[in-house]
């Protein structure tokens, strides 16, 4: 029975996880960039998403290791590398998602206040302005990647579930 409720933990946190970043990319930016009255609303509400979105995956990755790690050590040695693969790409996320949520939005906000608060109106050549986009594009790409990553983890959750040898647990 213990074992049902970290599966069922691990499959809920990176369901959420993943089906976040899938909504705030596909869904939530999209409608607040074209519903929105300026720009600069929806960046704020976009960036504000993100910031909670960050926690969300943080929390729940840190969830889903400790999980993953109390069922790495009940399994039989065969169905370890699945628990491996898993951990390994949430740790990847786990990182990632760090890393832009203590550097690059801090440093984007940054860039917004010197720019005069609205981004989209600042001057093209400004070098706040500059670092902004770039920032932006690297955080685009980074979060791409921790989906990437999160579609990896949800694939190898489903092999387990498809052949039960894979996540055999050993008997104690």
């Keep these: 029975?213990?074992?049902?409720?970290?599966?069922?933990?691990?499959?809920l946190?990176?369901?959420?996880?993943?089906?976040?970043?899938?909504?705030?990319?596909?869904?939530?930016?999209?409608?607040?960039?074209?519903?929105?009255?300026?720009?600069?609303?929806?960046?704020?509400v976009v960036g504000g998403t993100l910031q909670i979105l960050h926690w969300i995956g943080m929390i729940g990755g840190v969830v889903f290791c400790i999980a993953n790690a109390i069922l790495w050590l009940r399994a039989e040695v065969p169905a370890r590398v699945g628990f491996a693969i898993s951990t390994a790409l949430t740790c990847v996320m786990l990182l990632v998602t760090a890393y832009s949520q203590f550097r690059i939005l801090p440093a984007m906000e940054r860039d917004r206040v010197q720019a005069g608060g609205e981004i989209e109106t600042a001057d093209l050549s400004l070098p706040a302005r500059v670092d902004f986009e770039q920032l932006h594009k690297l955080s685009e790409?980074?979060?791409?990647?921790?989906?990437?990553?999160?579609l990896g983890v949800v694939l190898v959750l489903a092999r387990e579930s498809q052949w039960p040898e894979?996540?055999?647990i050993k008997e104690l």
């Design 1 to 11: 029975m213990f074992e049902k409720v970290l599966r069922a933990l691990r499959l």
């Design 166 to 168: 894979t996540g055999k």
């Design 13 to 44: 946190v990176m369901v959420a996880w993943v089906g976040g970043l899938m909504f705030f990319a596909f869904v939530l930016a999209p409608v607040a960039f074209s519903r929105l009255s300026s720009p600069h609303q929806a960046g704020l």
């Design 141 to 150: 790409r980074l979060e791409g990647l921790v989906l990437f990553c999160g």
